[in-house]
Nanobody, 128 residues
């Protein structure tokens, strides 16, 4: 059973930065695609960013130019660098994994159903 554990959330002021991490364990596949999602109170979960095994990426329009997704395949760790944070970025952030995947699919990689495993989330709060 794949386990994903997020960390790095916290409270920052508008314009600040945070770096989220997601450690993956118990992988039974040599490749995977991974993504970051977020869910604000009263809203549906939305895809933020995705990355394929070989490094291709995709971002939601709302975070382009501010967030960067990256990974360390050797360490099975996913990252999300978040800069120029805004109050509307406040949400619980989740990482997700699709083992066996090598490349993201633009129409699917920011959709919840595309992923097999999920972490428990880390809270990000941005104050104005």
């Amino acid at each position: 059973q794949v386990e994903l554990v997020e960390s790095g959330g916290g409270s920052v002021q508008s314009g600040g930065s945070l770096r989220l991490s997601c450690a993956a364990s118990a992988y039974d596949s040599s490749t995977s695609c991974m993504g970051w999602f977020r869910q604000a109170p009263g809203k549906e979960r939305e895809g933020v960013a995705a990355i394929g095994w070989y490094g291709s990426t995709r971002y939601a329009d709302s975070v382009k130019g501010r967030f960067t997704i990256s990974q360390d395949n050797a360490q099975n760790t996913l990252y999300l660098q978040m800069n120029s944070l805004k109050p509307e970025d406040t949400a619980m952030y989740y990482c997700a994994a699709r083992p066996g995947c090598t490349d993201i699919i633009p129409t699917s990689s920011l959709r919840e159903w595309w992923y097999n495993y999920w972490g428990q989330g880390t809270q990000v709060t941005v104050s104005s």
